[in-house]
């Protein structure tokens, strides 16, 4: 007897419902990118292993779902190889490739591999599942949609600026209120120049992203279990204890920073990206946060989060700027700078806030009920009309009773509902029926199309 049928912890189905919310969500997103001059990719679901492996650090390669090779692996290796050699040099001879963990590392292959027929600076947005081998858990899945826009061959901080509007402009869209959070790579790297740990400089910024979660006490607690001594944790505390106002945590860090040509690099980034932010009008919060560190290796300046400020989840958004990444495909000098929107969670939170349109203003806006052959011949015409002017339109395939497609069009939340009798069908009309209201009106055909002549605007 057949089991049950399942999928794998981590992983969904989606309704018609849900499909329809998420297309909301990706559809916003979507505008807003091309509106910025972004352009459309796509790269495969897998990448060679070699492309993947230490771009994320320890944890990520853990996190990295591996592809077994195709055909039978075993008969390649011997017995004896299979039993004697290390599990993770074992991995690497029956596997090559390997699920993307995010888009922005194939994102760098691809500049590298077709880097002849881009056009400098590349403006690129993707939107793509990717997969992490995590622990499931609320808003943490193990495929998801990542969202990602960057631009690469600029190091201007324009760039910056005009990723922080991006991210204004899809939430503003979405009606969610954020916080964007912003911090500095090159800050944190003259934080360890300044305490003298700049070998655990790795280590500094993993934990000190954890900050929010587990509290300085414990931070601090980790960073002694990795080897950092007591002075330079000493030196370390009144920065992570550091409160006030942005300018102030400014103020304080390049006297702090003095004697780090680094962090005072990283303050002068900061305050140019503040003062292009304090000439426009934004709707999110911003907030230099110190304690802001991203874990990926690849960061090398600006680092962004995003969290919504009325619903408890975590970041729903983020990224930064990567000098380097192109480098480890062969292609140096080539700095590039980007954020990912996380569409699951962006989901999660605006089912949790209750901000999606209802279903009837995604899904079919007009049902025709079926009374027969004669009334479909007159139908026909007035749906294809409809249609054509981008009306999601239905006709019930068949003629049941009059009570099963009435109750077909409220379990589908169809907001209109059009009835095409004998006696319409003499007079040349159509009765239109709002379904929420009851009310009704008799229609030409032309006048029905005009009344349902703008299309559904869903930003």
């Known amino acids: 007897m057949a089991g049950k049928p399942s999928i794998p912890k981590?992983?969904?189905?989606?309704?018609?419902v849900e499909m329809s919310r998420r297309n909301y969500i990706f559809d916003a997103i979507r505008q807003v990118f091309k509106t910025y001059g972004y352009q459309p990719i796509e790269t495969p679901a897998m990448e060679n292993l070699s492309?993947?492996?230490?771009?994320?650090?320890?944890?990520?390669?853990?996190?990295?779902?591996?592809?077994?090779?195709?055909?039978?692996?075993?008969?390649?290796?011997?017995?004896?190889?299979?039993?004697?050699?290390?599990?993770?040099?074992?991995?690497?001879?029956?596997?090559?490739?390997?699920?993307?963990?995010?888009?922005?590392?194939?994102?760098?292959?691809?500049?590298?591999?077709?880097?002849?027929?881009?056009?400098?600076?590349?403006?690129?947005?993707?939107?793509?599942?990717?997969?992490?081998?995590?622990?499931?858990?609320r808003g943490r899945y193990r495929e998801f949609y990542q969202c990602?826009?960057?631009?690469?061959?600029?190091?201007?901080?324009?760039?910056?600026?005009?990723?922080?509007?991006?991210?204004?402009?899809?939430?503003?869209?979405?009606?969610?209120?954020?916080?964007?959070?912003?911090?500095?790579?090159?800050?944190?790297?003259?934080?360890?120049?300044?305490?003298?740990?700049?070998?655990?400089?790795?280590?500094?910024?993993?934990?000190?992203?954890?900050?929010?979660?587990?509290?300085?006490?414990?931070?601090?607690?980790?960073?002694?279990?990795?080897?950092?001594?007591?002075?330079?944790?000493?030196?370390?505390?009144?920065?992570?204890?550091?409160?006030?106002?942005?300018?102030?945590?400014?103020?304080?860090?390049?006297?702090?920073?003095?004697?780090?040509?680094?962090?005072?690099?990283?303050?002068?980034?900061i305050k140019e990206l503040f003062s292009f932010l304090c000439e426009t009008d934004l709707k999110a919060e911003t907030e230099f946060d110190l304690t802001l560190a991203r874990g990926l290796n690849y960061y090398t300046g600006c680092i962004f989060e995003v969290k919504a400020t009325e619903a408890s989840m975590g970041s729903i958004c983020g990224g930064g700027r990567y000098d380097d990444l192109t480098s480890i495909f062969g292609l140096e000098g080539v700095s590039g700078v980007g954020v990912s929107f996380g569409a699951d969670r962006i989901y999660d939170v605006m089912l949790q806030l209750e901000r999606f349109p209802a279903r009837g203003e995604m899904d079919t806006r007009v049902l025709f009920v079926n009374f027969g052959e004669r009334e479909v011949r007159f139908i026909l015409p007035v749906l294809d009309r409809l249609r054509e002017g981008a009306v999601a339109t239905e006709l019930y395939p068949e003629s049941a009773k009059m009570k099963k497609q009435m109750a077909y069009a409220n379990t589908r939340n169809i907001p209109f509902v059009a009835l095409v009798g004998e006696q319409e069908m003499n007079d040349g009309v159509i009765t239109l029926k709002e379904m929420e209201t009851g009310e009704q009106e008799r229609l030409t055909p032309d006048q029905l199309v005009d009344r349902f002549s703008e299309p559904l605007n869903l930003l």
């Open 148 to 269: 990602d826009v960057d631009v690469i061959g600029s190091t201007s901080l324009l760039n910056e600026y005009e990723l922080v509007r991006i991210i204004d402009a899809v939430f503003k869209s979405l009606n969610l209120k954020v916080v964007i959070k912003i911090n500095n790579r090159k800050v944190l790297t003259g934080i360890a120049e300044v305490i003298g740990e700049m070998q655990r400089i790795t280590d500094i910024t993993v934990a000190i992203d954890k900050l929010e979660k587990i509290g300085m006490e414990k931070v601090l607690l980790e960073l002694e279990q990795k080897g950092i001594s007591k002075e330079a944790l000493g030196k370390l505390e009144p920065v992570l204890a550091m409160k006030g106002t942005d300018p102030e945590k400014i103020a304080f860090l390049e006297s702090y920073l003095a004697s780090s040509e680094t962090g005072l690099k990283g303050i002068e980034e």
């Open 51 to 137: 492309s993947l492996m230490g771009k994320y650090g320890d944890e990520g390669d853990r996190l990295l779902f591996k592809v077994l090779n195709s055909g039978n692996f075993k008969d390649k290796l011997s017995d004896e190889q299979l039993i004697e050699t290390a599990p993770g040099k074992l991995g690497t001879m029956i596997s090559e490739k390997g699920l993307r963990y995010d888009l922005t590392v194939p994102f760098a292959r691809f500049v590298v591999q077709h880097r002849n027929e881009l056009t400098f600076p590349f403006k690129r947005y993707q939107i793509q599942a990717v997969w992490r081998a995590d622990r499931p858990q």
């Open 10 to 16: 981590g992983t969904r189905d989606f309704t018609p």
